[in-house]
């Protein structure tokens, strides 16, 4: 399945470890929102590794939105498209 992720996470050296953690597990298309292919068992191990990062008293999030299938073919970018200049990320 396909799962957009955006983050805000206050604290530099704790969006830092977010931004690494989601690197391996998908691509940046933004700044703090990442596109992943993830298996239902990918993802609960994603929530995680990332929990720990996230501090609700201090009004930070991490949000998951799941793409239908044939949402995938629709995506359309107005601008730069940071995706598709990274190319293919694959995880292993």
Do not use: H, N, W
């Not at 990332?50 to 359309?76: N, T, W």
């Amino acid at each position: 399945m396909r799962v957009v992720i955006s983050y805000d996470i206050s604290d530099d050296k704790r969006r830092r470890k977010v931004a690494t953690i989601m690197e391996g597990y998908g691509y940046r298309v933004q700044f703090s929102v990442f596109e992943c292919d993830l298996t239902p068992q990918q993802l609960r191990k994603m929530k995680q590794e990332l929990r720990r990062y996230v501090k609700p008293k201090e009004m930070e999030s991490i949000r998951f939105y799941p793409l239908p299938l044939d949402a995938v073919d629709k995506i359309e970018v107005m601008g730069y498209d940071m995706a598709r200049s990274l190319g293919i990320v694959s995880i292993v």
